[in-house]
């Protein structure tokens, strides 16, 4: 009961922060409110790291047992959040991205509450084969790249639609321009290629050093395989063709959504609906 109490205090913590960030950033501006918003940068980041804090504490607690890794589709979900919000906090100090909290910390506010809603029922199996773990490390971060890059380009996707539909006055404070903040997600998901790749060659060595084949064709490798295929082609086409803008939009989420299905709606499948844990 305790338990269940600390994960709703952190998701109340969370919506928040989302509900400030929200009111804040998406409002006219003026030299007032922005000259003051420069000094609460600071308050700002001590803001956020207070339910980022209280869930890295739940998730260390919910996962971490002696029987070993509890890590089923909630706590994987939640995991996965808790990366996205400590990738943005550190980045944060160096690139400054206003609007994106509004986006970021509601998914969080819902992600803390579902180990609760679906906990691990068992340990995770082959926690001690250093292999898995290398690619379990890599997919984690692999997958926060990614869900910060899909919340960036919808980011950037909301600003030109108010900038074309002539709302300038309703523009997020301080956000960078357009070409800026592009620039950016194409880093984003860069860096997350790379660990996806990574992901996929460690995974080859896991499997052979488990199963004693280097693949296993099911539908989680499959859609791997398939997301990788398209952030390659969307980082092709930025390269050869310029890709941009709505392009890159649709190339981004469907990547994203592909490598969703790869992992997590197998375990969603498994663990929540055929209640095989």
């Known amino acids: 009961m305790a338990s269940i109490l600390l994960h709703l205090i952190n998701a109340l913590l969370y919506a928040g922060a989302a509900a400030y960030f929200w009111r804040t950033r998406w409002r006219p501006i003026t030299g007032a ?29 919910t996962m971490f047992e002696p029987e070993g890794l509890f890590l089923g589709v909630g706590t994987a979900l939640s995991a996965i959040a808790w990366l996205s919000m400590l990738i943005y906090w550190l980045a944060s100090a160096f690139y400054r991205q206003d609007g994106l909290q509004a986006l970021i910390l509601p998914v969080a506010a819902v992600a803390v509450l579902l180990p609760v809603v679906f906990p691990a029922l068992k340990p995770l199996a082959h926690t ?23 919340l960036h380009v919808l980011l950037m996707a909301l600003l030109e639609r108010r900038l074309h539909g002539a709302a300038l006055k309703r523009a997020p404070r301080w956000m960078p ?51 990788w295929g398209i952030f390659a082609a969307l980082l092709t086409g930025r390269s050869v063709y310029g890709w941009r803008g709505r392009v ?16 997590l709606g197998s375990k969603f499948v498994l663990e929540v609906l055929l209640g095989r844990g």
Do not use: C
């Open 33 to 61: 409110s922005a000259a003051e918003e420069r000094r609460s940068a600071s308050w700002e980041h001590v803001l956020i790291l207070l339910p980022l804090g209280l869930q890295t504490w739940l998730l260390y607690s």
């Open 128 to 150: 001690n084969v250093p292999a898995f773990k290398f690619h379990l490390v890599l997919s984690m971060l692999a997958y926060s790249l990614f869900t910060i890059a899909s």
């Open 177 to 227: 321009p357009l070409l800026t903040m592009e620039s950016l997600l194409f880093r984003i998901i860069g860096a997350g290629f790379v660990l996806l790749t990574l992901v996929l060659i460690s995974g080859v060595f896991f499997s052979e050093e488990v199963f004693d084949k280097p693949v296993s064709f099911n539908h989680k490798t499959v859609f791997a395989f398939l997301s």
């Open 248 to 263: 890159a939009l649709r190339w981004t989420l469907a990547g994203f959504l592909t490598l969703v299905l790869a992992y």
